[in-house]
């Protein structure tokens, strides 16, 4: 085999999205968001009180607000400068900004893991 098919198949390309464990998800209390950085990406993590996960970018795409100190529920997450509400089924908003770009999260044995 040679380097180069060692390379295509041991690694994923540049840009391919990977699954990265980046906390635990006791870290998160219920109903609230944390941010992490995965792979190179400040990305915000959402525990809700139904048991879900979501995630999406850390800064709101209207003016930079921090999404992981916003108010959600299982259909919206509101950014806490300007109270933009964002969908977490498409990321688009009730006030024209975004939409905000989502990333699959899932918990497993404890650990979060975020596909970025
Ligand atoms: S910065 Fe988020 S709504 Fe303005």
Do not use: K, N
């Not at 391919?16 to 950085?37: A, F, N």
Request: net charge negative; charged share 15%.
């Amino acid at each position: 085999m040679s380097l180069t098919q060692t390379a295509a198949t041991d690694s994923p390309a540049i840009g391919t999205p990977t699954e990265h464990v980046v906390g635990r998800l006791d870290e998160i209390p219920m109903g609230e968001g944390r941010t992490y950085v995965v792979a190179g990406v400040q990305v915000a993590v959402f525990r809700l009180r139904d048991g879900s996960l979501h995630a999406t970018q850390a800064a709101c795409p209207h003016a930079g607000g921090p999404l992981a100190d916003g108010q959600t529920d299982v259909d919206v997450l509101v950014c806490p400068l300007h109270l933009y509400a964002y969908r977490w089924s498409d990321g688009g908003s009730s006030g024209g900004a975004g939409p905000l770009r989502l990333f699959p999260v899932r918990e497993q044995d404890g650990d979060l893991l975020v596909t970025a």
